[in-house]
């Protein structure tokens, strides 16, 4: 059984950082495509940024240059380091897991193939 695990939210003014983490049990994340997406008040979940089986990163538009999503091997350990936060990036941010491994690319980028998924941590920016 998969279980992700997010935190890090929080509240911060606009200009600053905060370091998302979501701890995966009941797989390996490095076998397999990993993300973080988002979901503000009345708007659609949108992906923010993935790390693929092969390691290779890919980010939204909005959020390059400002966001570094990594993956920590020994804790198992999917990361969202984010900079310069903007209002616009108040949402709940969610980690999840494609549980097909040795995947990469755009399989990896079609949230449908994602089928794990954290309870979500707010972040508000002010």
């Known amino acids: 059984h998969v279980q992700l695990v997010e935190s890090g939210g929080g509240s911060v003014e606009a200009g600053g950082s905060l370091r998302l983490s979501c701890t995966a049990s009941g797989a390996t994340a490095s076998d397999y495509c990993m993300g973080w997406f988002r979901q503000a008040p009345g708007k659609e979940r949108g992906a923010v940024a993935f790390i693929d089986s092969d390691a290779t990163t890919a980010y939204a538009d909005f959020v390059k240059g400002r966001f570094t999503i990594s993956l920590d091997n020994a804790k198992n350990t999917l990361s969202l380091q984010m900079n310069s936060l903007q209002p616009e990036d108040t949402a709940m941010y969610y980690c999840?897991?494609?549980?097909?491994?040795?995947?990469?690319?755009?399989?990896?980028?079609?949230?449908?193939?994602?089928?794990?998924w954290g309870q979500g941590t707010q972040v508000t920016v002010s």
């Open positions: 999840a897991a494609a549980i097909t491994p040795l995947r990469y690319g755009a399989w990896c980028r079609d949230p449908l193939n994602f089928d794990y």
